[in-house]
Every structure is written in C-alpha cells, then in structure tokens.
C-alpha cells in the first residue's frame, strides 16, 4: 500500500516526534493514503511563508504489523470521537498503539468539532453529521517500532503559487 506526508522538508527517515499543537492521534509521525490530503496540508503550510514542500511517498508494509499493537477506527464512532477528543482535549492523555488508523478531521469537520466542544452539538449528532462527510484517512505510526513498517519511495516537490 502507498502512504503520502506532507512536509516542508523531504523525509526519507521519518521520526516519531511530539508535536507542538495536539493532534487527533497523538504523537508520532502521520501519514494518508490520500496524495491529495497531504498535498493539501502542504498548500496550507506553504502560505505561511515557505516556497516549496514536499509529498513525501511510501510503501506501506502490513506483514510488519504482526506484532504490533495497532488500533483501527473503520468509520466515526463513539470511540473514535471519544479516542480524538481525549488526544485533543487532555494534555496528559496518553496510549500504548504502536499503530492507529482511522478517519482523519480535515477543515471542514474542525467546524464541526467546535460546535461539539462547545456544547452545541451532542455526541450522536456530531457522529451522524460526521457520517455524512466523505472522510479520508489517517495513519498514525506512533513508535519507533512501528516507523519499521514504512519505506521511503520519493518525494513529489509542491510549489507556491
């Protein structure tokens, strides 16, 4: 399977890193199968001053999951939210996956998750507004372990317009 990063720089040793904002998985180094969401994340980057970034390509291994722990989201649930909100709302929150996959919360579902953390939007409606959306995905690699199951391709270079 092809997995794509978004970066501003070329990664072809992709590190687990803690990140400087809270993220819906966590710590570690995320990926999409979707080349359009990373180059998207990119374009985003690249109007804060940058002239170039980078859609980083991988082949994803499986077989290397086997002894892994790895956490899989299908589609938005109770849990999933739930799994999200504590990445994102408890500081001190913190897990053992090696592995998590899942929908990711792009601009629009943001939107969505602000009215839930207000207190406008219940649990189930949020879920079923979430549904409705055309989600794409995520992949979490969250150790050092599980940065084995990636191997760099290339790098396709993204210019400011």
């Not at 998985?25 to 180059?39: D, I």
């Not at 938005?76 to 990711?104: C, Q």
């Not at 979490?140 to 317009?161: D, G, Q, R, W």
Request: proline share 2%; net charge neutral; glycine share 6%.
């Amino acid at each position: 399977m092809i997995l794509y990063h978004g970066s501003l720089e070329i990664v072809e040793s992709p590190e687990v890193r803690e990140p400087n904002r809270t993220l819906d998985y966590g710590a570690g180094f995320y990926l999409t199968s979707s080349a359009e969401q990373a180059a998207d994340w990119v374009k985003r980057k690249l109007k804060n001053g940058a002239t170039r970034g980078y859609v980083n390509v991988y082949e994803y291994n499986h077989a290397l999951e086997s002894g892994l722990s790895v956490l899989e989201f299908k589609n938005p649930t109770e849990d999933w939210l739930d799994f999200v909100m504590a990445n994102r709302m408890d500081k001190s929150f913190t897990h053992n996956y090696d592995i998590v996959k899942g929908p990711v919360a792009n601009d629009r579902v943001y939107a969505s998750f602000a009215l839930y953390e207000a207190g406008l939007l219940g649990k189930q409606e949020l879920i079923s507004e979430l549904k409705a959306y055309k989600l794409v995905n995520q992949v979490l690699l969250h150790t050092a372990a599980s940065l084995k199951s990636i191997a760099f391709i290339k790098a396709n270079e993204v210019l400011k317009k």
